[in-house]
């Protein structure tokens, strides 16, 4: 198994703004992981992955998690996401002041 960075940047987040960061067709296990050092007391993410369950489908959300405040353990990781026909990793900043994430999606296979 070769793990690979398959896309990394940061994200600019603007509140109430849904970002995507990386959109995906190919079939392999995927990890996103953010970075939410720079997050503030006041300050709430959602991260969603949405996935296609057949070809041609729409994507749906299959993973949502909320992160509020300032973390104890600022790196984020999603749980391997394996998928077949496709899907998005999307960030949204709910409320706060604006911050930049830095991102990267891990293939593991």
Known sequence: MAITIEA???????????HTLATWSS????VCVLDLGTSVSGDVFR???LVKVL?????AIAYSA???????EP????????VFWGGVFKITQTTGTSR?????VI???
């Open 47 to 49: 991260i969603d992955i």
């Open 66 to 72: 909320t992160y509020s405040n300032v973390l104890g």
């Open 107 to 109: 293939a593991l296979d």
């Open 75 to 82: 790196i984020v990781l999603s749980p391997p996401i394996p």
């Open 100 to 104: 930049t994430i830095p991102w990267e």
């Open 55 to 59: 070809t041609g489908g729409t994507s």
């Open 8 to 18: 990394s940047g940061s994200q600019a987040c603007t509140v109430t703004t849904t």
């Open 27 to 30: 079939t392999k296990t995927r």
